[in-house]
């Protein structure tokens, strides 16, 4: 079993930033990539951002990029987002994922990843 532990959020003025860090624990595993998405409220989870872990390849949604940026330290196992620039439309719970290097589809659908953390929110004010 895989835990991901997801810390950083917080409340933050429009035009601000907050780096969010996700570190992963318990089994060793080969990972192929890691992900962020988010939920807001009423909303279905949306694709943010993915490194693929060794290549450090990384992706981004359209809506993310060029403000946020994702990246990773192997030796610690974590996974960072760092948000710049935040908007009020960022504001959600932000869960990061790991993706199952076998899935065929689209990298930035939920059903590519197999562990997820608990979550942590993100309160960006306007």
């Known amino acids: 079993q895989v835990q991901l532990e997801e810390s950083g959020g917080g409340l933050v003025q429009a035009g601000g930033s907050l780096r969010l860090s996700c570190t992963a624990s318990?089994?060793?595993?080969?990972?192929?990539?890691m992900g962020w998405f988010r939920q807001a409220p009423g909303k279905e989870r949306e694709f943010v951002a993915r490194?693929?872990?060794?290549?450090?390849?990384?992706d981004y949604s359209e809506s993310v990029k060029g403000r946020f940026t994702i990246s990773r330290d192997i030796a610690k196992n974590t996974v960072y987002l760092q948000m710049n620039s935040l908007k009020p439309e960022d504001t959600a719970v932000y869960y990061c994922?790991?993706?199952?290097?076998?899935?065929?589809?689209?990298?930035?659908?939920?059903?590519?990843?197999?562990?997820w953390g608990q979550g942590t929110q993100v309160t960006v004010s306007s």
């Open positions: 994922a790991v993706q199952n290097a076998g899935y065929s589809g689209n990298y930035y659908t939920s059903r590519a990843y197999d562990y």
């Open positions: 318990g089994r060793t595993f080969s990972r192929y990539a």
């Open positions: 490194i693929r872990w060794r290549a450090d390849i990384k």
